[in-house]
């Protein structure tokens, strides 16, 4: 994961970063080093079958290459040196080598050559040789060849049909040991192989051995006779008609609801956990030579969660001051908490118990602001032990954009979120505005440079607030001014000392929010909403409000709390002035069009009748 430290050269920088470093050592697999057992092994079975290299040194593919493209025939036979003196020509080619094919010059420098990169030069030698390549390799399982690569020089479909070149094709066998590789020609495929090829394609092999072989070749061969030896994709539809409705197909719960006449119960997710993290700097003082240097790294200093539930919001609490591991304690306490999460977030019957039919298992979320990049980075050690452990992880090395954590003994998973990754970065203050314009408080400050793992516990005790030089920053070279000063004084007469400072400023975060995350559960009448289908970005409700006013009405006659809504609909609806809409709301919503009748047959499939029109 990630690693904040401080680094010192000459001057002294803040270094932030996100790093892994992964080594390995590995030898070049290359085409043309000697490997006489494996050489020996595949060429005395089948020596009418496939060309081994005669040349002294490392061109056994150019070599192939060569032979496949100068077969022997009953007008010329090519003697190995013909071979030899052809791949040397294709290997100036290949390379641009600025030297003449049968020169002294070449010669010194085949003997240092070490071979082709397969994977790197098969694509080059098509290219300056104008064929195409059928490359075979050997399975040491199931004692067989097989074709595994087919590489093109030109897609004929590029072309017009009189400008068609014809292109000669090569096979070539591939055999490897270790990092060891070397090529043949192959004279007869289907010999090799044991199958016999369709002669228009030249990819399709059947079994000869196999009882249908007869009815499957005949049957291959006409239809690849009509497509011009051509891949043709079609579509196979399934033998029972379906509509594409992904929203209810790949929705279980929604699926579920829908097939009992149940949808107007479906509802998002109501109950949930945040957190949030502080740190302090343990004091390291390493040296990594004579520049560099690490003078500090971050760990946790304490860990706080605001968790909402039926019965209500609660906060849990756990610094350093608890033991060493105190972010194991907080994650099996969470765990506990989100068993009841969980429950609460349960469909239930008319009784009022779990509805066990309803296949709905979701993972309790964890919701962190602006954690993606630093709070994942500090507990993400923790998420591996012997009670719990990570189920899937969305991300990469250095950062985390969604952990899943599920609990050995106990029936829940939790999902770690950062809320940023749903919209742009903000700060906690923009935040809060955004579910109420009248808060003017901010995250409060803390002097992160006065306290480190060596003095923290003396320091966090004491009852008087902090002196002002607390507050200096050096990195940054800013320090507070005495309004800011006063102000803090003030808030932290109302604690008994530091550390209940310290810890008031993490629940922050759910004290801004006030549970509103839930606003249409939390006032609307949910009996009279029906929910007809969702996408990501949308979704399409059914309302049912008073049938002599406007279908232009929206949520009127469906408030339940109307002194909820009116202290948080501007929080959540965009602006209405006129005809005109302002910018949507973060977690919020705009309405987009408004009908009478309405028929939806997918996401972004649907009719929709406005008035007298149709859309």
Not at 171 to 194: C, M, P, R, W, Y
Request: charged share 25%.
């Amino acid at each position: 994961m990630q690693n904040f430290n401080l680094e010192k050269t000459k001057q002294r920088y803040v270094a932030i970063y996100s790093m892994m470093i992964k080594v390995f050592k590995l030898q070049m697999t290359v085409v043309g080093t000697s490997m006489q057992e494996q050489i020996q092994k595949h060429w005395e079975g089948h020596r009418q079958i496939l060309f081994k290299n005669n040349g002294e040194y490392n061109l056994c593919y150019m070599e192939a290459v060569a032979k496949a493209l100068h077969p022997d025939t009953v007008e010329k036979r090519y003697m190995p040196n013909n071979i030899i003196s052809l791949a040397r020509e294709y290997l100036v080619q290949v390379l641009d080598l600025p030297l003449k094919a049968k020169s002294k010059e070449m010669t010194k420098y085949l003997k240092r050559f070490e071979g082709l990169d397969y994977q790197k030069y098969s694509q080059i030698i098509i290219q300056k040789q104008q064929v195409n390549q059928n490359i075979y390799f050997y399975d040491e399982d199931s004692k067989a060849y097989y074709q595994g690569q087919k590489i093109i020089y030109m897609e004929y479909d590029e072309l017009t049909k009189d400008e068609q070149p014809e292109i000669p094709t090569v096979d070539i066998l591939i055999v490897q040991a270790s990092n060891l590789q070397h090529a043949f020609a192959i004279a007869n495929k289907e010999a090799l192989t044991g199958l016999k090829f369709c002669p228009f394609c030249q990819v399709k092999g059947f079994d000869t051995k196999n009882q249908n072989y007869s009815r499957d070749y005949e049957r291959h061969i006409v239809k690849c006779e009509q497509r011009g030896g051509k891949l043709v994709k079609t579509i196979k539809l399934d033998q029972v008609q379906k509509p594409y409705v992904p929203h209810i197909v790949q929705n279980k719960t929604f699926a579920y609801l829908l097939a009992h006449g149940r949808e107007k119960e479906f509802k998002p997710m109501q109950y949930y956990i945040t957190y949030d993290l502080e740190t302090v700097e343990k004091i390291v003082n390493k040296s990594f030579g004579k520049s560099s240097k690490q003078i500090s790294e971050l760990v946790p200093l304490s860990v706080a969660s605001t968790i909402k539930n039926k019965a209500g919001i609660k906060t849990i609490y756990y610094d350093l001051r608890n033991v060493d591991n105190f972010i194991n304690q907080w994650l099996q306490k969470i765990f506990e908490e989100a068993v009841i999460v969980q429950q609460d977030n349960q469909y239930r019957t008319q009784s009022g118990v779990i509805d066990k039919a309803m296949q709905y298992n979701v993972d309790v979320p964890v919701i962190g602001f602006n954690s993606l990049k630093f709070d994942f980075s500090l507990i993400f050690k923790n998420l591996q032990c012997a009670d719990w452990q990570i189920k899937s992880y969305i991300g990469s090395s250095g950062v985390a954009k969604q952990i899943v954590v599920q609990h050995k003994k106990l029936d829940v998973k939790q999902k770690f979120i950062d809320i940023l990754t749903y919209y742009i970065p903000i700060t906690l203050k923009e935040f809060a505005k955004t579910f109420n314009q009248k808060i003017e408080s901010q995250k409060g400050m803390f002097p992160y440079e006065y306290i480190n793992t060596d003095n923290y516990k003396e320091i966090l005790k004491q009852q008087e607030p902090f002196p002002i030089e607390a507050f200096n920053y050096t990195l940054k070279n800013t320090q507070i001014t005495k309004e800011d000063y006063d102000v803090y004084v003030i808030d932290a007469k109302q604690f008994k000392n530091r550390w209940d400072v310290m810890s008031s400023e993490q629940h922050k975060f759910i004290k801004y929010t006030s549970g509103k995350m839930y606003m249409p559960g939390s006032c609307f009448d949910m009996n009279k909403l029906h929910f007809i289908e969702g996408d990501t970005d949308s979704a399409y409700w059914a309302v049912s409000g008073k049938a002599d006013e406007s279908y232009k009405q929206q949520f009127k006659y469906v408030i339940k709390d109307q002194q909820f809504y009116n202290e948080n609909v501007k929080y959540f609806f965009s602006t209405i002035e006129g005809d005109l809409l302002d910018e949507k709301k973060i977690l919020g919503l705009a309405i987009e069009r408004e009908g009478t009748e309405m028929i939806a047959l997918a996401p972004k499939n649907y009719f929709i009748k406005i008035g007298d029109k149709e859309k």
